[in-house]
């Protein structure tokens, strides 16, 4: 198993503004996952690419990967108040029973 | 809607005291974990459970122990708490697919232990 870093630590935009993190892994993988954290709360699972995947869409989420330079990026389009939340990758190896995640992009909207 | 059940949202317990942190989950997951978050840490892997009885030890198992006596539910034992171990604990299950690899995880709304 491995952990992804997440980048930047923090981002503050304006509401109605696109909002890029970016997550780098060091070994191959089966899949990546991104899953969103509230305030005080349990993650969420946001979406799940395979490695054979190069881009995935979710309503306002977009992922891509890049298995060749061991990336990935979540862009929100169109950012609401609401999306305020830590944001968290996770890449998973092939027999990667256990998931261990970063300390995730700090994401503020702001009204 | 599936669901990951921890049995508090807020515990607070005095040091020395043994403390049970219990999570249920309704969809037969076969993996159960437990996490700890601390601020600027992110989270940290306690212990996981892939079967009923079957543990293995995370990142961080020091001060800690787990029991899965049945698929539902895992529990987390703090055999005698101490300040440090002051956190929000997180438990999260997941289904398998493929050679034990990791599909998407299933978390509680977290647990806030403050030891005093």
């Known amino acids: 198993s491995q952990q992804g870093e997440e980048d930047p630590q923090a981002l503050s935009i304006q509401e109605g503004e696109n909002a890029t993190m970016n997550c780098s892994y060091k070994?191959?993988?089966?899949?990546l996952q991104w899953y969103r954290q509230n305030s005080g709360r349990g993650l969420v699972h946001l979406i799940l690419?395979?490695?054979?995947?190069r881009e995935k869409h979710s309503g306002r989420l977009r992922v891509t990967l890049d298995t060749s330079k061991k990336s990935s990026s979540l862009l929100i389009t169109a950012s609401r108040a609401a999306d305020t939340a830590s944001y968290f990758c996770a890449p998973i190896n092939t027999g990667g029973f256990k998931t261990i995640f970063g300390a995730g992009t700090r994401l503020f909207v702001k009204a | 809607d599936v669901k990951v059940t921890q049995s508090s949202r807020y515990l607070v317990k005095r040091t020395g005291e043994k403390v049970f942190l219990e999570c249920v989950q309704d969809m037969d997951h076969e993996n159960m974990f437990w996490y700890r978050q601390d601020p600027g840490l992110g989270l940290r892997l306690i212990y996981f459970s892939y079967d009923v009885k079957m543990k293995e030890k995370g990142d961080i198992p020091e001060g800690y122990s787990v029991s899965r006596e049945k698929k539902e539910r895992f529990s987390l034992i703090l055999e005698s708490a101490s300040t440090n171990q002051t956190s929000m604990y997180l438990c999260?299950?997941?289904?398998?697919?493929?050679?034990?690899?990791?599909?998407?995880?299933?978390f509680g709304s977290g647990t806030q232990l403050s030891v005093l």
């Open positions: 070994t191959s993988i089966n899949n």
């Open positions: 690419i395979r490695s054979n995947e």
């Open positions: 999260a299950s997941s289904g398998m697919v493929g050679v034990r690899t990791n599909e998407k995880l299933f």
